[in-house]
C-alpha cells in the first residue's frame, strides 16, 4: 500500500549512528535517503482473518459498518491493512473474539511462502507471540500438528493467550533452545524459522531499535541464526520444506545464514519465492564477503518497496 507518509514523532529525536549510516548508504546507494524516510514513518494498520472462527466477508462487513476501509494485501488473501478513525485495533470486539489477528503485512510472509496444509506436522522453532503459529493453524484449518517451540515461559505467555482467543486446537506448546530439537528421534514435514534478529526492518514500531544497533549484536544473532537453520534443516524430513525468515536488513542474518546452509547440506535446495510483492535484488556482495547468485531466488524487501517493515523470507526443500 503506497500512501502518504506520516512521520512519527518520536522520529525526530531519533540518533541515526554514523556507522549505520555508513553501512546502510553501502548497501542502499542512493536509496537510503528513501529507505530512512519510511523508517522513521508511520506504518499502516494491517489484520489478519481468522477463518477458524469467521470468513472474510463476515469481518469485512462488520468492519465496514464501523467506518474501516481494508485494501487487500496481495500476498496473504486473509490479510488486509486497514485505515479508520481508531487505529486502536486490538481493542475491536473483533480482535477479542479472535475474528482478527492484528499483523504487520510483511510478517504474513513466512507461513505465505511455507504454505503448510491439513494434516501437516509443522515446526515453528520461535513462535512467540504467535502472529505465524495462528496463521499456519488456520491455513491448516485445525488439523495435523503444529509444534510451537520458544525458549522461556514469560514468552509462551502472549503465545497461549493468542492460541486461545484464536480457537487453535492442533498446537503443542514447547519451552527449549531451538538448538535442541536436533537431539530428538522426530521430524517434521514443515519447518519455520522466523529467527531471533536484530529488528532493523522495524525502525517504523520501534524507532530505538537505532539506538541500540551496533556491528557486534549483528555478529553474535548470525551466529545463533545459523545454528538455528542448521537444526531447522537436521529435523526436516526427506522431500519436506523449510522456510527461513527476519525482520532484519542485515546481509549477515539473512543472505549469509542461507549461503551457510547450502554450504554445509548438499541436500539443500533454494527454491524461487513467486509471490505479488515489489521486491529488491538480495545481496550477494557486501563488505568483502561473497555469497552464492543463487542466493537471488530469496526474497528481500526493503520498507519502501511496499510501505511495510524490512523483510527476508527464503525457502529451502531437503532433497
Known amino acids: 500500500m503506497k500512501a502518504e507518509l506520516e512521520p512519527i514523532p518520536e522520529a525526530e529525536k531519533a540518533v541515526v549512528k554514523e556507522e549505520f549510516e555508513k553501512r546502510y548508504r553501502q548497501l542502499l546507494g542512493n536509496r537510503y535517503d528513501e529507505f530512512l524516510k519510511y523508517s522513521l514513518s508511520y506504518i499502516t494498520k ?11 466477508a463476515e469481518v469485512k462487513k462488520r468492519l465496514q459498518q464501523q467506518n474501516f476501509t481494508l485494501e487487500q494485501i496481495p500476498w496473504c488473501d486473509k490479510g488486509f491493512w486497514v485505515k479508520g478513525e481508531r487505529t486502536d485495533l486490538g481493542n475491536l470486539i473483533e480482535h477479542a473474539l479472535g475474528y482478527i489477528y492484528v ?12 504454505q503448510p496444509e491439513p494434516g501437516d506436522v509443522v515446526l515453528d522453532m520461535c513462535a512467540s ?3 505465524k503459529t ?12 503444529v509444534v510451537a517451540n520458544d525458549i522461556s515461559g514469560a514468552r509462551m505467555k502472549p503465545l497461549g493467550l493468542n492460541l486461545q482467543r484464536c480457537g487453535i486446537m492442533n498446537v503443542a506448546v514447547t519451552v527449549m533452545y531451538g538448538q535442541q530439537f536436533r537431539k530428538g528421534n522426530v521430524s517434521f514435514d514443515k519447518v519455520l524459522v522466523d529467527a531471533p534478529c536484530s529488528g532493523t ?4 514500531r520501534s524507532p530505538d531499535t537505532l539506538r541500540i544497533w551496533n556491528p557486534g549484536m549483528i555478529k553474535r544473532l548470525s551466529k545463533t541464526q545459523k ?3 542448521e537444526s531447522a534443516f537436521r529435523v ?12 532484519s536488513n542485515e546481509p549477515e542474518e539473512n543472505e549469509e545464514v542461507i549461503d551457510y546452509l547450502l554450504d554445509k547440506f548438499s541436500g539443500a535446495t533454494l527454491e524461487k519465492i513467486n509471490l505479488n510483492i515489489n521486491k529488491s535484488e538480495p545481496i550477494l556482495n557486501f563488505e568483502n564477503k561473497n555469497y552464492r547468485s543463487e542466493i537471488k531466488k530469496c526474497l528481500r524487501i526493503w520498507p ?10 527464503a525457502r529451502i526443500t531437503k532433497n
Open 227 to 229: 545454528s538455528l537453520i
Open 103 to 114: 499483523q504487520e503485512a510483511a510478517s504474513m510472509l513466512p507461513a505465505s511462502v511455507l
Open 46 to 56: 494491517s489484520i489478519r482473518v481468522n477463518t477458524l472462527k469467521a470468513t472474510v
Open 304 to 313: 519502501q518497496d511496499n510501505n511495510t517493515e524490512g523483510f527476508f523470507v
Open 134 to 145: 495462528t496463521q499456519m493453524a488456520s491455513m491448516m484449518e485445525n488439523t495435523g500438528l
Open 129 to 131: 507471540p504467535g502472529s
Open 201 to 204: 526492518g522495524t525502525i517504523r
Open 236 to 247: 526436516l524430513k526427506n522431500g519436506g520444506t523449510l522456510v527461513y525468515s527476519t525482520c
